[in-house]
């Protein structure tokens, strides 16, 4: 797209651009229904006003329901913790995201407006009785802290830069115990994504080789080793990727008719069964 918990939730990545429509009518359009039994996978992913449930065996994305209480407004990403608690935000709001039934519940306004992405982030990688933090980066590729009972918003790092240019977020990151940080990123003047490890003491980005092949990753997820991408590509049409994370490449795996907008998965998915 060139276009929490602590005391304080932290936001880290731009999940796509204001202005993004939807039809409200997901079930129509990529013929998964409620009928079907939700998987027992924890990734979800979303178009502006439907959450899924998707299936990691098949990557059949199973409707959870219209996210009802946004408005006018469209979900631009959403975050999950390892208690399987769900945030998800609009340009300027952040809700609480019922994943039973998709309904949200405004939380606050955010002091500062332009956030598009939201994951949470283990305090500690490598301890899983650690908290989470909530995390994100606005287009600029700056990092947010956010506290939830007021949204006033705190600059805390950056993306920083490479020798092909800045690097900002470009769509969304997750954080799984054990795994890493991983975010889609935007360098320099390159018209494709790149996925990125984050460190998570300063926040810089390194992006890894030479870009997926893909533009518009809007949502990114974890699960059993395999980095999913959720691809943008249009009115009613979008794509799930793999990226390799360790030479950064994308493989499509599944077409379909719903728009992506986000996902997310939480913070203790399984790293390889």
Known sequence: MKSGVLATIILVGACGPGGRTDNGQPDARDGTGDSQSLPTSRVYAHSGSTLYQVDTQTLAPVTVGAMGGLGTQSLTDLAIDKNDHMVGITLDKLYTVDATTGTVTLISALSTGGFTSLSFVPSDLNNPSSTDILVSANDQGDVYSIDATNGSATKIGSYGSVAAGKVISSGDLIGVR????????????????????????????????????????????????????????????????TIDPNTGAGHEVLGGSVRWYGAGVATNAPILQ
């Open 178 to 241: 054990g795994f890493g940080i991983y975010a889609t990123v935007d360098v320099g003047t390159a018209t494709q994504d790149y996925l990125a490890r984050i460190d998570p003491a300063t926040w810089k980005a390194t992006p890894l080789g030479t870009g997926t092949g893909f533009d518009n990753i809007f949502g990114l997820a974890f699960w059993d080793g395999t980095i999913y991408g959720f691809v943008s590509t249009g009115t009613d049409a979008g794509k799930i990727i």
